[in-house]
Nanobody
Framework: QVQLVESGGGLVQPGGSLRLSCATS????????MGWYRQVPGKQRESVAT???????IYADSVKGRFTISRYNAKDMVYLQMNSLSPEDTAVYYC?????????WGRGTQVTVSS
């Protein structure tokens, strides 16, 4: 069973930064795609950023230029650097690992942007 554990969430003021981390119980190189998603109550979970095994990245339009996804294969970690945060970024952020026919989710970490 693959386990994903997110960390790094918290309360931050508008304009601030946070770095989320996702630790996996299996080599991240075994996954075709790793990604960060977010969800607010009453809304669907949405993709924030994804990174492939070949380091191809895709970002939601709402975070382009502010967020950066990266992976550290040697430590089986995936990160999401979030800058210039706004209240609209408040959500629970989830890490996801995906292969063909398989996907795994973490339990999420809360990010709250408020003054």
């Amino acid at each position: 069973q693959v386990q994903l554990v997110e960390s790094g969430g918290g309360l931050v003021q508008p304009g601030g930064s946070l770095r989320l981390s996702c630790a996996t119980s299996r080599s991240i190189f075994s996954f075709a795609v790793m990604g960060w998603y977010r969800q607010v109550p009453g809304k669907q979970r949405e993709s924030v950023a994804t990174i492939t095994r070949g380091d191809i990245t895709i970002y939601a339009d709402s975070v382009k230029g502010r967020f950066t996804i990266s992976r550290y294969n040697a430590k089986d970690m995936v990160y999401l650097q979030m800058n210039s945060l706004s209240p609209e970024d408040t959500a629970v952020y989830y890490c996801k690992a995906r292969n063909v026919g398989q996907e795994y989710w973490g339990r999420g970490t809360q990010v709250t942007v408020s003054s």
